[in-house]
T-cell receptor, first 113, second 109 residues
Framework: DTAVSQTPKYLVTQMGNDKSIKCEQN?????MYWYKQDSKKFLKIMFS???????INETVPNRFSPKSPDKAHLNLHINSLELGDSAVYFC????????????FGEGSRLTVL | GIQVEQSPPDLILQEGANSTLRCNFS?????LQWFHQNPWGQLINLFY???GTKQNGRLSATTVATERYSLLYISSSQTTDSGVYFC???????????FGEGTQLTVNP
């Protein structure tokens, strides 16, 4: 079983569309994250949830809305997609908070045309 | 926030060579990790090492927290070691893992 799984792995869509990426973890961890990796490979945190509660919300356009239905899931919904949203989005988890070891999912490559 | 600098930015080796990657950070840290992003984009945990020394096969890492740096050693490099190596830290008063810009390693056969 994959510890942190994301779907879909690849997503190609048109500008203006709305899309979602789902993340599930089976590690029993309390804290989940979304990271964005741009074309220069730079990794930047977007959101962090601890046991379904939003902890970190970086300066991200409000077109991006995370949702955590339960401790094991963190989804990312993006409205009105723009060209600049093209990136790889990684879900990640830690056992609790920011001092534990971080584990990444396999990433979801979003291409906006 | 905490600053993380990795060096060198790019490194090209012949198979079998040894290398040292460096990560400098600007504040005391509660958490430090090394990751390898392989050519397929997967981010693989190498070490969780806020202080001390660890070894895993041909790889080892040392963090000298008092001097604010960490080193990743790769011995007898193989082509499968190619990819980007990231250092990431959480500062003493920080709330999130901050990544360096990575070292792009290419190992040629």
């Amino acid at each position: 079983d994959t510890a942190v799984s994301q779907t879909p792995k690849y997503l190609v869509t048109q500008m203006g569309n709305d899309k979602s990426i789902k993340c599930e973890q089976n590690l029993g961890h309390d804290t989940m994250y979304w990271y964005k990796q741009d074309s220069k490979k730079f990794l930047k945190i977007m959101f962090s949830y601890n046991n379904k509660e939003l902890i970190i919300n970086e300066t991200v356009p409000n077109r991006f809305s995370p949702k955590s239905p339960d401790k094991a899931h963190l989804n990312l919904h993006i409205n009105s997609l723009e060209l600049g949203d093209s990136a790889v989005y990684f879900c990640a988890t830690t056992r609790f908070g920011n001092t534990g070891e971080l584990f990444f999912g396999e990433g979801s490559r979003l291409t906006v045309l | 926030g905490i600053q993380v600098e990795q060096s060198p930015p790019d490194l090209i080796l012949q198979e079998g060579a040894n290398s040292t990657l460096r990560c400098n950070f600007s504040d005391s840290v509660n958490n430090l990790q090394w990751f390898h992003q392989n050519p397929w984009g997967q981010l693989i945990n190498l070490f969780y090492i806020p202080s001390g020394t660890k070894q895993n096969g041909r790889l080892s890492a040392t963090t000298v927290a008092t001097e604010r740096y960490s080193l990743l050693y790769i011995s007898s490099s193989q082509t499968t070691d190619s990819g980007v190596y990231f250092c990431a830290v959480v500062g003493r008063s920080g709330s999130r893992l901050t990544f360096g810009e990575g070292t792009q390693l290419t190992v040629n056969p």
